[in-house]
């Protein structure tokens, strides 16, 4: 019924019943929604460190010469702030990305294993690698 | 006999072949053990990236004491033991971070939304308070990486 080996076709079913490619075409557009869907992620989680590096308050507590015990560890803003809700949010909102990305390489098919990987890639490529 | 597409309902097989859901009661209760299990996950992980942070011997002791950087509990060796107990904390998150992906995989919907509130509403609580700029590196939204 389902496949527990990496298998090569045109023929997949994912997420939900009625997600099937049987011809070339359509085949070929998931290929490329799993590549663009993975890139999405990238863009996303460099969206969200970005977004979180720049809420943080890493520049102003920087440990000096004349504050070395400044550079707090610990926890430094409350629970309900609105950028700790925006930063989980976005969490949330990649944890659903990447499991869903891990469900379609679970088709076990070989082409979807590749555009996924390659759009991982090609987003780190575009969205990521410019991170220090 | 497995599902290989997302469903909804309480009927779940869950990791194990006794954790059989049928009814309401049972399903929500597994439901709950998702949530806490990964809410968990990230508490565990809060305290591994903080254990790393502290036994690196990072900014609060480099100006007042040099020489004191990486012996704050003996991070420096090879088999110290914060490298020792940071590397078994991994171990059991990383158990524990499949185990959620294996949940997952049971293609159940209800399942599916439970862990992952779980994830950010751990993450909410434990990791996004963190303004060192350090604990950004080990940011993975998916529990199985």
């Not at chain 2, 060796?77 to 078994?88: C, F, M, P, T």
């Amino acid at each position: 019924m389902m496949h527990m080996t990496i298998y090569w076709g045109k023929k997949v079913i994912l997420f939900v019943d009625w997600w099937r490619t049987k011809t070339w075409t359509s085949y070929l557009l998931t290929l490329l929604a799993c590549f663009l869907f993975s890139a999405f992620y990238q863009y996303m989680e460099g969206h969200r460190l970005r977004f979180k590096s720049s809420t943080s308050k890493t520049s102003s507590t920087m440990p000096s010469i004349t504050a070395p015990l400044l550079s707090k560890i610990g926890r430094t803003r409350p629970v309900i702030s609105p950028a700790r809700l925006a930063a989980s949010l976005l969490f949330g909102a990649n944890t659903v990305i990447g499991y869903l990305l891990m469900l379609a390489i679970m088709s076990c098919n070989g082409g979807v294993f590749l555009a996924i990987v390659l759009g991982l890639s090609f987003g780190h490529y575009l969205f990521r690698s410019g991170d220090e | 006999m497995m599902h290989m597409t997302f469903y909804w309902g309480t009927d779940l097989t869950l990791l194990f072949d006794s954790w059989k859901t049928s009814s309401w009661a049972s399903y929500s209760l597994t439901l709950l053990a998702c949530l806490i299990v990964s809410a968990f996950y990230q508490y565990l992980e809060d305290r591994r990236v903080r254990l790393k942070i502290v036994s690196s011997g990072k900014p609060p002791a480099q100006i007042e004491a040099p020489l004191l950087q990486g012996k704050i509990l003996g991070g420096g060796g090879k088999w110290s033991a914060a490298r020792i107990g940071g590397a078994l904390l991994f171990g059991v998150n990383s158990a524990i971070g499949y185990m959620l992906m294996l949940a997952v995989m049971s293609f159940n919907g209800g399942v599916f939304v439970a862990v992952v509130l779980g994830l950010a509403i751990g993450y909410l609580f434990f990791r996004s308070g963190d303004d060192d700029a350090a604990t950004l590196l080990v940011d993975n939204p998916c529990a199985c990486a």
